[in-house]
């Protein structure tokens, strides 16, 4: 019974204590996670040759091997890939080259 309390306690201590540092912590992770969105760019490729179920596996994995490349969303249905990427570190060009050399040839929307 004393240990349970002690342990309570002591989160209790803990939890209220430690607020105030981990507000200060996230701050620096909150802005750097806000710039890296500012910066990031989405692009919409259309994929006519996806025949299969496959199909958008190699897509996805072939864009997403792109240095720069953050996230590959890919629509079998709509046979498209929406792409989120950061300009300074690749460029649509080279996601669609890396989508064409897998076997797929990708052109942007728009």
């Known amino acids: ?7 309570t306690a002591g989160l209790l201590t803990i939890g209220v ?12 992770a909150l802005v750097s996670v806000a710039q890296a969105a500012e910066t990031e760019q989405t692009a919409t490729f ?3 040759s996806m025949t299969c179920a496959l199909c958008p596996v190699t897509v996805r994995k072939a864009m997403e ?22 300009p300074a570190k690749t ?12 076997g797929y040839p990708a052109v942007v929307r728009g």
């Open 1 to 7: 019974m004393k240990r349970l309390l002690f342990a």
């Open 91 to 102: 460029t649509i060009e080279a996601i669609a080259t890396a989508s064409a050399n897998a």
């Open 65 to 86: 091997a792109v240095e720069g490349v953050r996230e590959v969303e890919v629509n079998f249905d709509a046979r498209t890939a929406i792409v989120v990427f950061d």
């Open 46 to 48: 259309d994929v006519p």
């Open 17 to 28: 204590s430690g607020l105030p540092l981990i507000g200060s912590i996230s701050s620096p």
